[in-house]
């Protein structure tokens, strides 16, 4: 039995590469989006800062680190020097129960490849993400500025609309694996992803964390041709820095969120026997899904912001309502007839159900055509 400061020695180093890799991946996540960009839309990128570019994240912090900061003179001077702390701690906390592989014999001890297994590990996840608009919200309110109060209330009303499908997306992978427990979450996936059981779910999930993190095209609350930046107009400096390092932080957690739910996690070949493998192929999955991200950003224009909040309403919350609803009956026809192979039935009518939103929204924009013709 390990006495009591080896086991918080363990914690501690296990959270200090965790906070460090996180802040490594933030830098070049911003090197790897720009290079991604311009080899999509046919330009160069960064490449003058060391070879390929690599240096340019190093270069983007020094100057803003040097960057003078600049405060408005009628800002709640507290909340504006606070709101971006707030923005970035739950950022990082959210990866404390994020697992990035399973057990490695070390020093003649077994060291688990993840911070914390909490049997709530959904719940956890859920509540961290949600108060993080806190920040962003009291950045708009404290600046004092009609543009970023603005953006802070359109991050609020963004939220509440895609929060509530993020949430209810997620019911289907608690329903097949019978647990919140991340890790056995992923255990569950072994053989099978729950991509391939219920890809509808994931897509509604990921849709709702590119709104949930302020991506293109739900980037609204800081469209610069309306808001001339949005929540943080007023900022500068490392305070600005603090407001984009959240949002890159939090594109690679809930990568590696979507990669824990429905790609199977640090799952793949010869993990069994090489458990280093686990936080490989947790990285390769989460620059695909970043890249997707990318793409996305590269090719689809911002939504109008009555159609996004439309978008979450009317369609992503019925749809993930079905999609739970599909997926209970899945597993209970599995139960009843003891029959696995049923369980095949939830994809094919999750995919039915998804494409009526699709086909209806397709006329929809097919009649908005024809009538500006």
Do not use: C
């Amino acid at each position: 039995m390990i006495s009591d400061w080896t086991l918080w020695l363990e914690w501690l180093i296990k959270s200090l590469i965790l906070i460090f890799a996180l802040l490594g991946g933030f830098a070049y996540l911003t090197w790897y989006e720009r290079r991604a960009l311009a080899r999509i839309q046919t330009r160069v990128g960064p490449n003058r800062a060391g070879p390929f570019g690599l240096l340019q994240p190093i270069a983007d912090a020094v100057k803003l680190i040097f960057k003078e900061e600049l405060t408005p003179a009628k800002a709640y001077k507290a909340v504006f020097f606070l709101a971006p702390i707030l923005t970035v701690v739950p950022s990082i906390i959210i990866a404390a129960v994020i697992p990035w592989g399973r057990t490695i014999n070390l020093f003649g001890r077994e060291i688990t490849l993840y911070l914390a297994d909490i049997n709530v590990g959904v719940l956890y996840f859920m509540a961290i993400a949600s108060i993080s608009v806190y920040g962003i919200v009291l950045a708009g309110w404290s600046s004092n500025s009609k543009y970023a109060m603005l953006g802070g209330l359109r991050s609020t009303a963004q939220m509440i609309s895609y929060e509530l499908s993020l949430g209810i997306s997620l019911v289907p992978v608690i329903l097949l694996a019978n647990s919140m427990s991340m890790i056995e979450i992923v255990e569950a996936q072994n053989p099978i992803w729950y991509i391939l059981i219920q890809p509808v779910g994931a897509l509604i999930f990921w849709i709702a964390t590119l709104a949930e993190v302020n991506r293109a095209p739900f980037d609204m609350p800081e469209a610069e041709q309306e808001l001339t930046a949005g929540y943080h107009s007023e900022y500068s400096g490392m305070k600005f820095a603090l407001f984009f390092m959240a949002e890159y932080q939090k594109m690679i957690i809930v990568s590696a969120i979507l990669a824990v739910f429905f790609f199977g996690g640090y799952l793949g070949p010869g993990v069994d026997q090489f458990p280093l493998l686990g936080p490989v192929y947790m990285f390769i999955k989460i620059v695909l899904l970043l890249f997707g991200m990318i793409w996305v950003r590269a090719t689809w224009p911002r939504i109008r912001y009555d159609r996004l909040m439309s978008f979450g309403w009317k369609v992503l919350v019925p749809l993930s309502l079905a999609v739970v609803f599909i997926t209970a009956t899945g597993i209970l026809l599995v139960d009843e007839f003891n029959n696995p192979m049923l369980i095949w039935t939830i994809p094919v009518a999750s995919v039915i159900i998804g494409l009526i939103p699709v086909v209806t929204i397709y006329r929809a924009l097919r009649r908005l055509s024809y009538g500006r013709a």
